[in-house]
């Protein structure tokens, strides 16, 4: 079975700070994703990677960078924490495959406060 | 751009009821693929399906039933004798596929409660 974890599933921040989000999957996948969930407006995309190093923006980028040094990890960066970005985020891979849209599969979550 | 439609934003049912949970989509890419992921309270989502565009066949595994109508660009996801179990929040999702990314436009979700 696929295996996404995430590093934390809760935390709570301060305005201002630099907050760094892990995540790991174990089955040597290409694809990694970012999202965050919030009530109402279901599940919205971060950023992506599609290889070690590479990084497309998503849907809601602004006040978010990525980091993909190894291709089982993919970080996601909250520059200066807003109290505007307390929210569920939700990290994702799955297989390459040009075309063929493999399944994503999804860690627990963090659940991450901004005070 | 892409859309997908979850009209009902909450269905209540009892136990052994059948729940039909609807999803529409918009796309202009000829080539794509929906699935359905399901969120128990824990969080954590769990895929359930995946339809490419040019497979219009239903699908059923157990009590779970998938209606794919490309006419009418849904693809609804029908639960037969709900359980208990079944609570959860469930998302339609379309993938692209002329895009040559593998990423997801998801619905806003329908939560669903069964009681006992």
């Known amino acids: 079975d696929v295996k996404v974890t995430q590093s934390s599933r809760y935390l709570v921040k301060r305005t201002g700070e630099k907050v760094f989000l892990e995540c790991v999957q174990d089955?040597?996948?290409?694809?990694m994703f970012w999202y965050r969930q919030d009530p109402g407006l279901g599940l919205r995309l971060i950023y992506f990677?599609?290889?070690?190093?590479?990084?497309e923006k998503g849907d809601i980028p602004e006040g978010y960078s990525v980091s993909r040094e190894k291709k089982e990890r993919f970080s996601l960066i909250l520059e200066s924490a807003s109290t505007n970005q307390t929210s569920m985020y939700l990290c994702?891979?799955?297989?390459?495959?040009?075309?063929?849209?493999?399944?994503?599969?999804f860690g627990d979550g963090t659940r991450l406060s901004i005070l | 751009a892409q859309k997908v439609t979850q009209a009902q934003t909450e269905i209540s049912v009892v136990e052994k009821e059948d729940v039909t949970l609807d999803c529409v989509y918009e796309?202009?890419?000829?080539?794509?693929?929906l699935f359905w992921y399901k969120q128990p309270p824990s969080g954590e989502l769990v895929f359930l399906i995946r339809?490419?565009?040019?497979?219009?066949q239903n699908e059923i595994s157990g009590r779970y039933s998938w209606n794919f109508q490309k006419s009418t660009s849904s693809f609804n996801f029908t639960i037969t004798a709900s359980q208990v179990v079944d609570s959860a929040v469930y998302f339609c999702?379309?993938?692209?596929?002329?895009?040559?990314?593998?990423?997801?436009?998801f619905g806003k979700g329908t939560m669903l409660l069964v009681s006992p």
């Open positions: 994702a891979s799955s297989l390459t495959g040009l075309y063929s849209n493999q399944p994503q599969h």
């Open positions: 089955m040597d996948h290409e694809n």
């Open positions: 990677s599609y290889d070690v190093k590479m990084k």
């Open positions: 796309t202009r890419d000829t080539t794509y693929y």
């Open positions: 339809r490419n565009s040019f497979d219009e």
């Open positions: 999702a379309l993938s692209g596929g002329n895009s040559g990314y593998s990423t997801l436009t």
